[in-house]
Structure formats: structure tokens, C-alpha cells
């Protein structure tokens, strides 16, 4: 229902801008209520045979992370509507190398974790811890290359807030106001400074939930050593492989704004 009131606000004022981009916003805003709504129905439908509820805290901690991110989605998109070069710009700063491939690894780890379930299912116990060892080897790869994401950005001063100093030729200085209140040096931009500091905040509460899920895989590797997981018992392993892909489902978002921004 929210969805669907939301887009017809959109759709209604796209209508009655009376312009060629306004008719086209709502054409494109309807297939896509179209396509959302039957998106949002299906992962209704799974989540209730899993769980049995529609409760959305009866899924544990993955209720509390969706509004935060939300939030913060919000803030990015009002901060590049008020910078919008500078956003463009400061997104050719970011390795699409090491987000395209830190994307692969997630959706190799989400076919792996639905594996891992399968065979907890299943009572292949063998089998499960395989599949839960590939998804753990998955994860610490991409901690691996977000910290060498993280490492090139400190070297260069592209950093969050206040810390940016980056002093490359093709980027913009950030302001600081000098002792009568002015912003200073001339031509300063606050732009790039604000990418960063989306970018960290993002993509660094996004690694947090990731080591996090790091931490849920040993814990129920180290019990399925203990062999407590069978086809009449298996809830932790699919209780994680629900909290995995959010987690992966939280980064395909995040990988086009900031790696494919144009």
C-alpha cells in the first residue's frame, strides 16, 4: 500500500508537469510500481514458508538494519541533487574493478549459503559445511579487497568530512572557512567531501554487517562440527542465510550508486 501510493504521487505530478520528461517519469514510474509490487509480493510469499508469519521482527535484527540504510539512501540522493558534479566526478575516484568484483564474490556467496541450506535440508552434512566454508572464503575476500579499496582512499586523502585533503590536480579542493567566516580557497566545493562521506558511511556500515556475518558462519559451522544440524533441525543455517542476502541484496544497491554513477 505505501509503495503504491508512493509512485502515484510521482506518477500524478509527472502528469500534470504537462512536459515530454514529466509524461516519460511517469510511464517509466508505472512499469517499475509494476515490477516492484510483484518483486515485493514474491519475497512476501518466501519469507511467510520459511517463517510462517508476517511479522517482520519475527526475523531478528534484519527489521532494524533496512530503515537505516533507507535513511541514508535518501541523504545520498539529496546530497548529489545539491552537488551533482561534483558526485559524478568523485565516483571516477572509486576502483570499478574492485566493486565489480567484490559483486561477483557476493552473489557467488549467495549461491553458496542457498547451497549450504539445501543440504542442511537435506541432512548432508558434509556437504553443508562445504558450502558454508565457500561462503565464509567469500566473505573475507571481500573484506580483503574493501580494505585495499579503503587503504587506496586514506593514501590519496579521500577521505570523509573535515579529513579530506586530497591534493590530486583532477579534484576539487574542500572548503574551510578562514578566520572572518569565508569559505576558502576560491573555487572550493564541499561536493566531494559529502561522496566520501556517504561513501564510508555506506559502505563501511555495509562491511560491518558483513564481518558480522562472518562471525554468524563460524558460529554455525562450529556447530554443525558438533552434527546439530539435520533435515528435522536446520533454522540457524537458514535464519544466517536469510541475514546473508540482505546483505548481499543491501550492496547490489550499492554498487551502481556509487561505481556506475553517471
Not at 508469519?53 to 531478528?60: C, M, V
Not at 535513511?71 to 571516477?92: C, I, K, M, R, T
Request: hydrophobic share 45%; glycine share 10%; net charge neutral.
Amino acid at each position: 500500500a505505501y509503495s503504491s501510493v508512493a509512485h502515484l504521487g510521482f506518477v500524478v505530478l509527472g502528469i500534470f508537469a504537462f512536459t515530454r520528461q514529466g509524461l516519460s517519469g511517469s510511464v517509466f514510474t508505472m512499469l517499475s510500481h509494476g515490477l516492484t509490487t510483484g518483486a515485493l509480493f514474491l519475497l512476501l510469499g518466501m519469507l511467510y514458508e520459511r517463517r510462517h508469519t508476517y511479522e517482520i521482527s519475527a526475523f531478528r535484527g534484519i527489521w532494524k538494519a533496512a530503515p537505516v540504510f533507507g535513511g541514508l539512501f535518501v541523504g545520498f540522493g539529496l546530497s548529489q541533487e545539491n552537488y551533482p558534479q561534483e558526485f559524478v566526478d568523485a565516483h571516477h575516484h572509486l576502483q570499478r574493478w574492485a566493486g565489480s568484483l567484490n559483486t561477483i564474490v557476493l552473489l557467488i556467496s549467495s549461491w553458496t549459503m542457498v547451497m549450504a541450506v539445501n543440504a542442511a535440508q537435506n541432512s548432508q552434512k558434509a556437504r553443508m559445511k562445504m558450502f558454508l566454508w565457500l561462503t565464509f572464503l567469500c566473505a573475507c575476500i571481500f573484506m580483503g579487497v574493501k580494505y585495499y579499496e579503503y587503504s587506496h582512499k586514506y593514501e590519496e586523502g579521500l577521505l570523509p568530512g573535515k579529513f579530506y585533503h586530497a591534493q590530486s590536480t583532477d579534484t576539487l579542493t574542500a572548503c574551510v572557512e578562514n578566520a572572518e567566516g569565508r569559505r576558502v580557497p576560491e573555487g572550493c566545493t564541499n561536493g566531494y567531501a559529502t561522496f566520501f562521506s556517504f561513501y564510508f558511511m555506506m559502505t563501511g556500515l555495509h562491511g560491518f554487517h558483513i564481518v558480522a556475518g562472518i562471525v554468524s558462519l563460524l558460529w554455525i559451522l562450529l556447530r554443525a562440527n558438533k552434527g546439530e544440524f539435520t533435515s528435522a533441525y536446520y533454522t540457524p543455517v537458514d535464519l544466517v542465510g536469510l541475514y546473508w542476502h540482505i546483505v548481499d541484496l543491501i550492496w547490489i544497491y550499492l554498487f551502481p550508486m556509487y561505481y556506475l554513477i553517471t
